[in-house]
């Protein structure tokens, strides 16, 4: 029997184990309190948050811009033009 002293049959608690359960017991109620508290009202909510963190810290590569995508395909239709002259002409 833990944190308790048997004198005969009779069980005598410490003197302060009626202290230490109230303050465990409140800090308990104090813990449960936090842990109701949610910033997301569902979990899509919660997913976006979650991504838009990991695309920040760059775990799905570098974003490229819709101008950086244009100018490529502007460069592949440029070479496919030059080489239809090229060999058509």
């Known amino acids: 029997m833990r944190g308790m002293w048997m004198l005969g049959r009779q069980r005598i608690d410490p ?3 009626p202290k230490a359960e109230a303050v465990a ?3 308990n109620a104090a813990r449960a309190g936090m842990a109701l ?3 997301y009202s569902s979990s899509d909510e919660y997913e976006a948050e979650v991504v ?5 810290a760059g ?3 570098p974003r490229r811009p819709r101008r950086q995508a244009l100018v490529a ?3 592949v239709a440029v ?5 239809i002259v090229l060999f058509v002409v």
Do not use: M, S, T
């Open 15 to 17: 003197p302060f184990a």
């Open 25 to 27: 017991l409140e800090a």
């Open 37 to 39: 508290g949610c910033r």
């Open 52 to 56: 838009q963190a990991r695309r920040a």
């Open 59 to 61: 775990a799905y590569g």
């Open 73 to 75: 395909f502007a460069a």
């Open 79 to 83: 070479a496919v033009a030059v080489a």
